[in-house]
């Protein structure tokens, strides 16, 4: 038998809801995204007569939820990708330990093999011995 041993254990990892949920992410990144363009649509169409500290005030706060949606569309996509990036890992890792079997059955199969050759040697080896003997 090998002097090693591979990993029988499959990856632990759910392929179906990682990608769900990197899906998710996404159609929400998306939707933030789409929920920010219909704002700055909307706010135009108050913001061509409006004029004065109030509309300073809301200028500035739709700066700064237009910078925040940014920001969390390009959160959920950035966690989209680590999820994408850890399911193939896994799925690396699952291909490796496949491989690292496959690899040890054959070396199994190669020793006894070996080991098979070397015993009818020396069965032929004694058949010999003993017809010379007897002779």
């Known amino acids: 038998m090998p002097n090693w041993q591979p990993n029988w254990n499959n990856v632990r990892w759910d ?3 990682a990608g769900a949920a990197a899906s998710a992410l996404r159609r929400a990144a998306g939707k933030i995204e789409q929920t920010a ?8 169409e108050a913001q061509r007569e409006w004029r004065g500290r109030y509309r300073e005030e809301f200028d500035e706060r739709l700066r700064e939820i237009l910078q925040k949606a ?4 390009a959160e ?10 850890a399911s193939h890992a896994a799925r690396e890792e699952q291909q490796y330990r ?7 059955r054959r070396e199994k199969s190669e020793e006894e093999r070996r080991e098979r050759e070397r015993r009818e040697r020396k069965r032929r080896e004694r058949r ?8």
């Open 76 to 85: 959920y996509r950035h966690m989209a990708s680590r999820i994408d990036n």
């Open 37 to 44: 363009h219909e704002r700055v649509r909307v706010a135009a």
């Open 15 to 17: 392929w179906g809801a």
């Open 128 to 135: 010999r011995r003993s017809r010379g003997e007897l002779g």
């Open 70 to 73: 940014g920001s969390l569309a």
């Open 98 to 104: 496949e491989r690292e079997r496959e690899r040890w």
